[in-house]
């Protein structure tokens, strides 16, 4: 079976861009879960619910607004992952884990805290 040239291009590309992230070393992020985009609008939007929208940060992350973690001394690292995997626990404590390139975080793993415990989110593809 042969592959279309532009998917092994693809394949290729992803290759050439995480070889440098697969060899860093990988950290673990701790803070609150945002959608990226309302947050830095106003950031006030660090829960769920932005001002009068209730679960709008859910929406826009359905929508594919970028979800990032909001750490406890104030950085803002967007979450390259698919955002629709965590349109569910906007405004909660989460920990990801991954190379962080920039502010970036290639997230590998993501862990949200529930009740005193960590419980792993399920990573969906960038497709959704």
Known sequence: MRLPRSFALAVAALAFWTGPLAAQQARTLEGTLVDGKCYMMNHANTGNDHGTMKACGTMCLKGGSPAAVLTR???????????????????????????????????????????????EVKLLGMQG
């Open 73 to 119: 001394d104030g950085q803002v690292h967007p979450i390259m992952a698919a955002a629709a995997s965590f349109a569910d626990i906007v405004g909660q404590t989460v920990r990801v884990t991954g190379p962080v390139e920039g502010s970036s975080v290639m997230a590998t793993k993501v862990e949200v805290s529930r009740g005193g415990r960590w419980e």
